[in-house]
């Protein structure tokens, strides 16, 4: 697979673009989970709310990978897979989905 990179915010005023590790479907304490899809991603912004960190509005620790708005194709499904995720489906996890339960 490609080298994976990430723009990384390292404190007020500075981001550097650095290789990060490959994502795992995992839960934050490292634990196994049954659920979730990994993404390649296709394009990516940083937004307002990342700009304000990098100059030094809010707060942020060192080391956060910045950018939330993403469009990807699906790479890899966890085994609980609900149905109709399937590798190649393309998403927009951030897309407004008006008032879908």
């Known amino acids: 697979m490609a080298t994976n990179r990430g723009v990384v915010y390292i404190g ?3 981001v550097e673009v650095q290789g990060i590790d490959y994502p795992k479907i995992v839960a934050p304490n490292a634990k196994e989970v049954d659920h979730g899809v990994i993404l390649r991603i296709v394009s990516t912004n940083i937004c307002g709310s990342d700009q304000h960190m990098v100059r030094g ?3 942020a620790p060192s080391g956060l990978v910045l950018g ?3 469009t990807g194709e699906v790479i890899e499904k966890g085994p609980d897979d ?9 998403v927009q996890p951030s897309a407004y989905a008006g008032d879908t339960p």
């Open 57 to 59: 509005r809010t707060t």
């Open 68 to 70: 939330h708005e993403i």
């Open 82 to 90: 609900p149905g109709g995720i399937d590798a190649g489906l393309e």
């Open 12 to 14: 007020p005023g500075k």
